[in-house]
């Protein structure tokens, strides 16, 4: 293979051979002096010989080592390289997974990740003049962590500062970020270097997985997968239902590799105490679901753990966590004039009605508020129906009328409105709409329509931090639903939901990715500190909400206020795609396809360094020769 140059036209540098012979063909100039004996003067004798023309070559090998350290310095200024498979590229975006699966280990201890950053490696050592590269890593959210730059040195510190995140990659965002600064810069062509274990959907054609992007590219994609890890087992599942007042009922399920088949016990903690355990044996690609049973009595704080008995490629699915409250009743504040609801309420087990039918109110905060009168807006309640009012953000927009009205339309997966038939409910007041007023006015003040009558909306929806209210525009007791079969559907739809804001009835183990909301007083400093040890200062917005705190490691996170401890949350990865492990060889845009490729391209590989050291080593061995002694002289 014969090398490239990059600044063939620094050739004439070679021409500076010809002054250096030149110079060791002019003949010394001695001063004459009469001695004694020429017998201590032999060498002199013999460098008067070799002053001689075309003489002075031979055996004069300092000439010949000078010769060579030009040769050598010329040729690396002229930066010759060896060139490779890839093409050469000015602006290079790299895109890195480093989602959980990366994390995945071989045989030989050496994650999915490692591998790339080998590669990538080799990439930037091979960077030739003019060319630049931007780092990009690709998880539950996009970071470009180093801008387009030649500088190795900041971008090999970058590619080794990288980790993997205990999250699912998220591969869109990523080649968006491309597409965008393919807007300033010229970029042709963009590597994406992954174990495969993408976001998939069935290849129409075969019907096997594949990557799918819903979206065109102004460039060309390369996309590289490392090679595949070992078997792995892992919880991709972890939440619980309640069962009666004083039981939960905990689920588990646990998943092998596709390639793989594994073995594990699973042990379920509660308050640290082990409560659970079970022996599990997967064939390639099977899951299992595990039932356990914990007392509702008392507040719980459960872990889930799997120990595989053999080798296992991932550590970050090992473990989950979940809290679960003390078993109670359902509180529901529901006013004595509200009789249809009372009733209906009244059949469900497990809820407590108040005010009771003797009796005034006792409590001052509920799960579930249902009411007809607007002053009752205020109170505390994690779920709010409110029947017959419009709610007063929306006063200017609708207006209630005394005509009869009809329901037009609904959403039917609606939570509250889920199995309830409003077809040929009759209403006998009409909520409409304002002249000009369209719906979009409606939902930009935070109110999605849920039901539509023929002049306006009937059921609203409206989220407050982390309250949920429901307006009923008109009145339940001037319509026959109270009088329909959807009405107690209806009425157990909201006590399902409430329950569920209150984790009264089903909870489900949180994952990596964001904290869940926690509840803090108003503007409430907090500092929280993930599971390697790294803290962050946070503070809840104005109804004492805290939100969007990243959680990108499975563990569990603190919570603390002035140095005390507020909470524990811990977070699983509990993702089945990246615990299965499972890799797919083509991603699909709209209108072509990028097949995986497992051989990495051979790169470009700068030969110039080469050649200044071998420069440096003759000029060292050059200077050794010109100062040794000469054979023969005494000390």
């Given at each position: 293979?014969?090398?490239?140059?990059?600044?063939?036209?620094?050739?004439?540098?070679?021409?500076?051979?010809?002054?250096?012979?030149?110079?060791?063909?002019?003949?010394?100039?001695?001063?004459?002096?009469?001695?004694?004996?020429?017998?201590?003067?032999?060498?002199?004798?013999?460098?008067?010989?070799?002053?001689?023309?075309?003489?002075?070559?031979?055996?004069?090998?300092?000439?010949?080592?000078?010769?060579?350290?030009?040769?050598?310095?010329?040729?690396?200024?002229?930066?010759?390289?060896?060139?490779?498979?890839?093409?050469?590229?000015?602006?290079?975006?790299?895109?890195?997974?480093?989602?959980?699966?990366?994390?995945?280990?071989?045989?030989?201890?050496?994650?999915?990740?490692?591998?790339?950053?080998?590669?990538?490696?080799?990439?930037?050592?091979?960077?030739?003049?003019?060319?630049?590269?931007?780092?990009?890593?690709?998880?539950?959210?996009?970071?470009?962590?180093?801008?387009?730059?030649?500088?190795?040195?900041?971008?090999?510190?970058?590619?080794?500062?990288?980790?993997?995140?205990?999250?699912?990659?998220?591969?869109a965002d990523g080649l968006r970020l491309a597409q965008a600064l393919s807007r300033t810069q010229p970029i042709?062509?963009?590597?994406?270097?992954?174990?495969?274990?993408?976001?998939?959907?069935?290849?129409?054609?075969?019907?096997?997985?594949?990557?799918?992007?819903?979206?065109?590219?102004?460039?060309?994609?390369?996309?590289?997968?490392?090679?595949?890890?070992?078997?792995?087992?892992?919880?991709?599942?972890?939440?619980?239902?309640?069962?009666?007042?004083?039981?939960?009922?905990?689920?588990?399920?646990?998943?092998?590799?596709?390639?793989?088949?594994?073995?594990?016990?699973?042990?379920l903690f509660a308050n640290n105490q082990v409560v659970g355990q079970e022996q599990v044996v997967l064939n390639k690609g099977e899951s299992q679901r595990l039932v356990f049973s914990v007392d509702a009595d008392v507040s719980q704080d459960l872990k889930v753990e799997v120990k595989p008995s053999g080798t296992d490629a991932m550590s970050s699915d090992n473990a989950a966590w979940l809290s679960l409250p003390k078993g109670r009743e359902v509180t529901v504040y529901c006013p004595k004039n509200l009789a249809t609801f009372r009733h209906a309420l009244a059949a469900i087990p497990g809820v407590l009605v108040d005010p009771p039918d003797s009796g005034a109110i006792t409590l001052n905060r509920f799960d579930l508020l249902i009411s007809d009168n607007i002053e009752d807006v205020d109170k505390e309640a994690a779920l709010s129906l409110f029947v017959g009012f419009v709610p007063t953000e929306l006063t200017n927009l609708i207006q209630i009328q005394d005509e009869p009205a009809e329901v037009v339309d609904w959403q039917r997966d609606a939570t509250i409105l889920q199995h309830v038939q409003l077809k040929e409910v009759i209403i006998s007041e009409m909520p409409i709409k304002n002249k000009e007023v369209e719906d979009t006015e409606i939902e930009q003040l935070g109110f999605e329509i849920l039901a539509y009558g023929n002049k306006g909306p009937l059921l609203l929806r409206h989220r407050a931090g982390i309250k949920l209210q429901y307006f009923m525009l008109f009145h339940t007791d001037r319509s026959t639903l109270p009088y329909r079969v959807g009405f107690p559907v209806l009425c157990n739809n909201v006590l399902s939901e409430a329950m569920q804001l209150a984790s009264l009835s089903e909870l489900r183990a949180p994952t990596t990715g964001v904290l869940p909301a926690i509840e803090l007083s108003k503007n409430e400093q907090v500092r929280v500190t993930s599971p390697d040890g790294k803290h962050e200062s946070r503070s809840s917005n104005e109804t004492g909400i805290l939100r969007g705190v990243s959680a990108p490691i499975m563990g569990e996170y603190e919570v603390r206020s002035d140095g005390k401890l507020v909470t524990k949350v811990g977070v699983g990865l509990l993702n089945a795609d990246e615990t299965s492990l499972l890799t797919i060889d083509k991603i699909q845009f709209n209108e072509i396809g990028v097949d995986a490729e497992a051989d990495q391209l051979e790169m470009d590989k700068p030969l110039w360094p080469k050649f200044a050291l071998a420069a440096f080593f003759v000029l060292l061995f050059e200077w050794w020769y010109f100062q040794k002694k000469p054979t023969g002289i005494p000390d």
């Open positions: 293979m014969i090398p490239s140059f990059f600044r063939p036209s620094l050739a004439w540098l070679f021409a500076l051979l010809i002054p250096i012979i030149i110079f060791y063909f002019l003949k010394m100039r001695r001063t004459r002096l009469e001695i004694s004996s020429l017998a201590l003067w032999r060498q002199v004798i013999n460098d008067q010989r070799v002053n001689a023309p075309f003489q002075k070559f031979k055996r004069n090998i300092l000439l010949y080592l000078q010769m060579l350290l030009l040769c050598l310095l010329a040729l690396a200024a002229m930066q010759p390289y060896w060139g490779g498979d890839a093409e050469r590229l000015q602006y290079l975006p790299i895109l890195i997974d480093c989602s959980a699966s990366m994390g995945a280990k071989d045989s030989t201890g050496k994650t999915r990740l490692d591998l790339a950053k080998e590669e990538i490696s080799k990439i930037i050592e091979g960077m030739l003049p003019g060319q630049r590269i931007t780092l990009i890593t690709l998880g539950a959210t996009t970071r470009r962590i180093t801008e387009f730059t030649d500088n190795k040195p900041l971008l090999r510190k970058a590619l080794s500062q990288l980790n993997v995140d205990d999250v699912a990659c998220n591969i042709e062509r963009v590597r994406l270097y992954s174990d495969g274990n993408l976001p998939t959907k069935p290849n129409p054609a075969t019907g096997k997985p594949m990557a799918a992007i819903d979206f065109d590219l102004t460039f060309s994609v390369d996309f590289f997968q490392v090679d595949e890890a070992g078997g792995n087992v892992g919880i991709t599942a972890f939440n619980a239902r309640r069962s009666s007042l004083d039981q939960w009922d905990v689920f588990v399920r646990v998943d092998g590799s596709e390639k793989h088949s594994a073995e594990a016990e699973v042990f």
